[in-house]
């Protein structure tokens, strides 16, 4: 699709329907929260990026299961069950509250009980999901066009992701932070994360930084039109100095971590490219500089095409 598959969004121009959805996501992501078993770093609560927007996937649900969709092409919320049951309702302008109680409505017709936490994690001020009138906003077109990004940054963090072969997580949406993010793992044990998340309990990231990690991301923040982070955990020594491709890219201090400004990679001639070295350049400080055994954990993608057969013209 070339550099037309980038689209351009500024924050500055969708950020209360950013801030509504971060809400929304949160209350369907708190759905499978209750329904899922734990799988480790919290991979069981996130959401991913579907042909139409973001799913849960299948929630398991009693000897069935069920599963929710924001729909950002049709601009509905789907609820389904595998009894074939579809409830939902359209994406529109509305208060977090309504979108709760609609959502709550609509689990109860597909027969799901959740009985969920009821304020948001990660955010300060946490007002309470069925109080929350501040939050209301709908741009459908900014909801599509975040979307749109989603995509383009999933498939390439996807290629990056099948270069490992040790433990790694999907490429995923943490509704937390309102991020997308895949994580690599060395397979040694990483000290205990001191937590201080804002209305989230140090337990929440104790779980999620267990294990010692190299992780990268992209989020609707720290650039006009979002960005994409790399860090890793613990930080070992001179990381922040590691040179890293593109030369938009940065160590921000402040949030300790990489950053790359997304329009930074739309604008260049060859945005997955320029991604992937920047994936790339910070991985390989976080695993040079902590020792990790790279000739283990790391494997061509492209090991068994010699093996693929030619396909019919």
Known sequence: ?????????????????????????????????????????????TLYVSPRGLTTSAIPHGT????????????????????????????????????????????????VEARINGRPNEVDPAIPFAEDDRHASYDADAAHLFWRQLLQASRVMGEFRS??????????????????????????????????????????????????????GFWPGGGEEGAFYAYAYPEPHGFAARPVRPSAAFYSAENGQFLLPYEAVADDPDPDAALLAFLQDTYEAAADLADWDRAALEDDPARW???TPARPR
């Open 64 to 111: 069935g299961a069920f599963d929710v969709e924001f729909d950002f092409v049709e601009h509905r919320l789907r609820l389904r069950g595998d009894d074939g049951t579809d409830a939902g309702f359209a994406l529109e302008p509305m208060t977090v509250a309504e979108f709760h109680d609609r959502t709550m409505r609509a689990l109860d017709r597909l027969g």
């Open 163 to 216: 270069r490992f072969a040790g433990k790694v997580s999907p490429v995923h949406f943490f509704w937390g932070a309102m991020d997308l993010a895949c994580t690599r793992f060395s397979g040694r044990p990483a000290p205990e994360h001191p937590g201080g998340a804002p209305n989230c309990g140090d337990w929440v990231m104790v779980e999620g930084y267990s294990r010692e990690l190299s992780s990268c």
């Open 1 to 45: 699709m070339g550099r037309q598959g980038w689209p351009r969004l500024r924050v500055a121009d969708w950020h209360e329907t950013r801030d509504t959805l971060h809400m929304w996501t949160q209350i369907i992501g708190k759905v499978r929260l209750v329904h899922a078993p734990l799988v480790n770093h919290w991979w069981n609560v």
């Open 305 to 307: 095409a010699h093996k």
